[in-house]
Nanobody, 121 residues
């Protein structure tokens, strides 16, 4: 069984920083792309950032220059460093990963449970 667990959310003032982590655990053979999504109340879930196993990244225009996605393949963990946060970044943040489980030939997308980020003074 595969599980993704996020951590690092919280309340921060505008201009502040937070670092989110998402660790994958369980019977994992390999992890290809890993992503961070976010969903604000009343809005659709949107892709924030993505990273391939080789470290190629892409970002939503709204976070370019402020957010940095990275990963530690040895720890099956993806990170999202968020700087210069503003109230529009307030949302539940979800990690997503393409994982091949042990003894499986198929790759499935797994989701974490989400972590809340609130930017407010």
């Amino acid at each position: 069984q595969v599980q993704l667990v996020e951590s690092g959310g919280g309340l921060v003032q505008p201009g502040g920083s937070l670092r989110l982590s998402c660790a994958a655990s369980g019977s994992i053979s390999s992890i290809s792309s890993m992503r961070w999504f976010r969903q604000a109340p009343g809005k659709q879930r949107e892709l924030v950032a993505a990273i391939t196993r080789d470290g190629v990244t892409n970002y939503a225009d709204s976070v370019k220059g402020r957010f940095t996605i990275s990963r530690d393949n040895a720890k099956n963990t993806v990170y999202l460093q968020m700087n210069n946060l503003n109230p529009e970044d307030t949302a539940a943040y979800y990690c997503n990963a393409d994982i091949t489980a042990l003894f499986s030939r198929h790759t499935w997308g797994y989701w974490g449970q989400g972590t809340q980020v609130t930017v407010s003074s």
